[in-house]
T-cell receptor, first 116, second 110 residues
Framework: EAQVTQNPRYLITVTGKKLTVTCSQN?????MSWYRQDPGLGLRQIYY???????DKGDVPEGYKVSRKEKRNFPLILESPSPNQTSLYFC???????????????FGEGSRLTVL | RKEVEQDPGPFNVPEGATVAFNCTYS??????FFWYRQDCRKEPKLLMS???SGNEDGRFTAQLNRASQYISLLIRDSKLSDSATYLC???????????FGTGTKLQVIP
């Protein structure tokens, strides 16, 4: 089954304790990206990756790191989480360039992170 | 001005009604437009692409107005199952910077 898998789905942590949210896709997609979703602000892009070893900042990259060492994986790293990073996080992947006119982003189920 | 703006709603409509949402964008160089649907904080899923000539998929019609820089989504004969948040997505070209609207919440009432 084609899918994007995120882990963990739910996490409560404390300020300053490094954490990693993993994202893996099995569709051989070139493009992967991370978003956070907050009430009233919608989905905002954190980082994206056009291909292996190619990553770039989105709209809200501060406090986050990513890596793309393999095509299928795109982990999101919070080196020193703070309460303002409490959010719902989504990973997504897509064929790149845009596959015809579908332009479909496939999302993971989301990871709800709470930083105390 | 926000890059992509949507009326947050909620739009409360009776079953069978026709409802329309608009989404305005500020970047005139934007090339690709989509509508996504999101249920109860679950992951967004593609509803339909928006083509310059307009496109229809069953009860759903999407249109693009480049001159006025907005896209629209029309839902005819609303069903209870249409209750969700509808997100517009604007992309300048290729999947680089992807900008989502904040979403419009639709509640279809029996």
């Amino acid at each position: 089954e084609a899918q994007v898998t995120q882990n963990p789905r739910y996490l409560i942590t404390v300020t300053g304790k490094k954490l990693t949210v993993t994202c893996s896709q099995n569709m051989n997609h070139e493009y992967m990206s991370w978003y956070r979703q907050d009430p009233g602000l919608g989905l905002r892009q954190i980082y994206y990756s056009m291909n292996v070893e190619v990553t770039d900042k989105g709209d809200v990259p501060e406090g986050y790191k990513v890596s793309r060492k393999e095509k299928r994986n795109f982990p999101l790293i919070l080196e020193s989480p703070s309460p303002n990073q409490t959010s719902l996080y989504f990973c997504a992947s897509s064929l790149e360039p845009v596959a015809g006119d579908t332009g479909e982003l496939f999302f993971g189920e989301g990871s709800r992170l709470t930083v105390l | 001005r926000k890059e992509v703006e949507q009326d947050p709603g909620p739009f409360n409509v009776p079953e069978g009604a026709t409802v329309a949402f608009n989404c305005t964008y500020s970047n005139s160089a934007s090339q690709s437009f989509f509508w996504y649907r999101q249920d109860c904080r679950k992951e967004p899923k593609l509803l339909m692409s928006v083509y310059s000539s307009g496109n229809e998929d069953g009860r759903f019609t999407a249109q693009l107005n480049r001159a006025s820089q907005y896209i629209s989504l029309l839902i005819r004969d609303s069903k209870l199952s249409d209750s969700a948040t509808y997100l517009c997505v604007v992309i300048p070209g290729g999947y680089q910077k992807v900008t989502f609207g904040t979403g419009t919440k639709l509640q279809v009432i029996p």
